[in-house]
């Protein structure tokens, strides 16, 4: 089974975070990093001050339903250091972003261990973060809208890695 880790990057919406977890266990997600300024469930050690964390954690939890207590998940501040991390722990890490270079997801077949990085809902992935990727997926659209919200991209992908032969 393919061990498949999300690194949710620079997320505003705290219920697209929720979604995200529920998705991630639903779908055997081993770790969900939320990187950036993505907000993340209320924690032991919390640093921020309690009645806003208490209030991230309660948008959070109103699409995660126990999913943010269910599925691991962890906050880190540096992006680069949590890439090359992975890459050392030999992670495929793939942007899931329209790019020039970028392959069509229902063609790639996805290695054992596969990273996905998602990244913000309007402005998606900054360059310099794609180029850190060892790939950069796209999910094609056959409509007239130019994306999918982050959540139902993330759903997508992760069936494809979860189950492609």
């Not at 924690?43 to 959070?60: E, F, M, S, T, Y």
Request: with cysteine; hydrophobic share 40%; aromatic share 6%.
């Amino acid at each position: 089974m393919r061990s498949i880790i999300i690194i949710a990057h620079n997320l505003r919406s705290t219920h697209n975070v929720g979604s995200l977890l529920r998705t991630a266990d639903g779908l055997g997600v081993e770790k969900v990093y939320l990187t950036g300024y993505t907000p993340s469930p209320q924690q032991v050690d919390d640093v921020r001050l309690p009645h806003i964390a208490q209030k991230v954690h309660r948008n959070i939890s109103k699409t995660a339903l126990g999913a943010e207590e269910s599925q691991p998940w962890e906050q880190r501040a540096d992006i680069s250091a949590l890439i090359h991390e992975l890459k050392m722990q030999s992670y495929t890490v793939a942007a899931l972003e329209q790019w020039p270079t970028a392959r069509d997801i229902s063609t790639y077949k996805p290695p054992a261990k596969i990273a996905l990085i998602l990244g913000r809902e309007v402005e998606g992935l900054e360059p310099e973060v794609i180029e850190r990727c060892d790939i950069q997926l796209v999910i094609p659209m056959l409509g007239s809208k130019e994306s999918f919200n982050v959540v139902q991209a993330a759903a997508m992908a992760l069936y494809h890695c979860r189950f492609a032969r």
